[in-house]
């Protein structure tokens, strides 16, 4: 457990885009600096992640200065986006809750996000983090907030489980579909010279001089069987964690933390760990 050390660090600029690795990153309250601050909605104003859209694997976005993002897909001119000014906010659902966001002012920008997908879609900002959207009531302690990640600040795995996963496929999934890579299952953080499955057991951590607690462990969905390089969906790591990793009917990879202090982490800081 001493040897317990950040491999990579990651953020996702727009959510559902794939991921942007960097070797340091701020710790705010409701996340990594810059870590999905933006996302995709539809007509209705539904949020759009890769669990109908899989071809956003291949989007990316880079995060700029003063927190706009620069868009990039296969077979399109790049395109910049600026933070809205205008604070005019409009309500949107995620995952079956009211959000207020604020949209793109570019409407060039929708144009280009909807030409990407092939469905009209608009993309819109999350202006202020510290009071839009609390973190799952039944997980939280009072005041915590959330960006527009999936429930919880931060996701964190092992590559130990990671591993140990790999070889289960292997000996009785879908071994042609393996090894997987880390980046199928979207963490923020990644952690190495830990057990297989240790961190299950965690209850608080450091990375450097950054607390978290950790909420629970992630249940996974159909964005884990996505290539992340291709966009072509296939059956693992659902198959074989439906056998090893079951809880109450969760399938479950990684663990979602939630900051008690902020700073800068690193690739290479130690973490150490309470149980």
């Known amino acids: 457990m001493g040897n317990a050390r950040v491999h990579s660090i990651h953020i996702h600029p727009v959510k559902a885009f794939r991921s942007l690795p960097l070797r340091e990153v701020v710790v705010e309250p ?19 992640t890769q669990r109908r859209h899989p071809r956003l694997a291949l989007a990316g976005a880079e995060l700029l200065p003063g927190g706009g993002v620069r868009l990039s897909a296969p077979g399109a001119a790049p395109v910049t986006v600026a933070v809205p000014v205008s604070g005019g906010t409009v309500p949107v659902d995620l995952f079956g809750t009211e959000v207020e966001v604020v949209p793109a002012e ?96 965690w209850r608080r951590i450091t990375i450097g001089e950054v607390a978290f607690r950790v909420a629970k462990q992630c249940a996974r969905c159909v964005v884990t069987t996505t290539d992340q390089d291709t966009a072509r969906r296939g059956r693992e790591p659902l198959h074989t964690l439906a056998k090893h990793q079951r809880t109450g009917g969760k399938l479950l990879f990684g663990q979602n933390l939630v ?15 309470t149980v």
């Open 30 to 48: 409701w996340g990594p600096a810059g870590d999905r601050r933006w996302m995709l909605v539809d007509d209705g104003g539904k949020v759009v």
């Open 106 to 201: 570019d409407a060039a920008v929708h144009a280009w996000c909807s030409a990407f997908l092939g469905t009209g879609v608009r993309l819109v900002h999350l202006d202020d983090p510290a009071t839009r959207r609390p973190v799952d009531p039944d997980y939280a302690l009072p005041g915590e907030t959330v960006s527009f990640a999936d429930g919880y600040p931060l996701l964190l795995t092992t590559t130990a489980s990671l591993g140990h996963l790999n070889s289960l496929i292997a000996e009785g999934g879908h071994p042609d579909e393996g090894p997987l890579p880390m980046s199928r299952f979207r963490p923020n953080v990644v952690v190495e010279g830990t057990a297989p499955w240790e961190e299950e057991l």
């Open 259 to 273: 900051p008690l202090s902020t700073g800068t982490i690193r690739v290479g800081d130690p973490v150490g760990m």
